[in-house]
């Protein structure tokens, strides 16, 4: 929509990466950045999905209004965490939700969340129930 109505010309944008080849395509004069989840470009936001979206939002409130109201915002939304613009689109946290069994995954989880911990397998076995 932004793009047919002109306002991303000579900008950089990014949109949701499977529409992103037909944006580029469409609108040759629009810098498609397939990677971030948003991006700024002057007065602009563009985002690549509706989670990102939410990211976008709190990038926004981060900027007017600080930090610390955008994570209390974050906290309020139970948003799981606040990701920069930059991220991929493609979220490794996505590839530890690969395992059929809840209690495997639950143990990718913790994992994750506490990667410099040393996970002995002993502890990792109990907590999948093994």
């Not at 690549?48 to 981060?62: C, F, K, N, Y």
């Not at 974050?74 to 809840?102: D, H, I, K, M, N």
């Not at 002995?120 to 129930?129: D, F, I, K, Q, W």
Request: proline content about 3%.
């Amino acid at each position: 929509m932004l793009a047919r109505a002109g306002l991303l010309e000579g900008a950089r944008a990014t949109t949701h990466w499977r529409h992103c080849e037909r944006l580029a395509r469409e609108f040759p004069r629009v810098r498609v950045e397939r990677d971030p989840v948003f991006v700024r470009s002057g007065r602009v936001w563009t985002s690549a999905g509706v989670t990102s979206g939410i990211d976008l939002a709190l990038a926004v409130v981060e900027e007017d209004l600080g930090r610390q109201v955008a994570l209390g915002l974050a906290r309020t939304l139970v948003v799981f965490l606040v990701r920069p613009g930059g991220q991929a689109q493609f979220s490794t946290q996505l590839a530890t939700q690969r395992a059929e069994r809840a209690e495997v995954r639950q143990v990718q989880y913790l994992v994750d969340a506490d990667p410099g911990r040393v996970w002995s397998l002993a502890v990792l076995a109990e907590r999948a129930g093994l």
